[in-house]
């Protein structure tokens, strides 16, 4: 007897409180559905839409994927990578970038 009277008073318990959170009202949430966005996840849509429309923005030489070298320089600059060497510069080039020696 005292289950069934047990389950009575959940199964009554349950019905009421489902009525009642209807009757309730979810003031944050109300606050946070004013929002200028379609969604709260919508983020910076215009900023995507403007990036998605600009035309072409990268420049012509980035779709260049043929580098002009042969295997013999590019194995010799993988030796020296992989040995951690490098080629002392003579000094008769322009990376002085101009400047003089006193």
Known sequence: MEQN???VLFLVTTFALSLASGCTSDQFYEYRAHT???TQGA???????RAIQTIDPWPAY???TEINTDGKRAMVAV???ETNTSVKPNGDSSATNGATKN
Not at 43 to 49: I, L, P, R, V
């Open 5 to 7: 009277s047990f389950w």
């Open 36 to 38: 200028d966005k379609v």
């Open 43 to 49: 983020g910076n849509a215009s900023a995507a839409n």
């Open 62 to 64: 980035a779709e260049k």
């Open 79 to 81: 030796r020296r990578y």
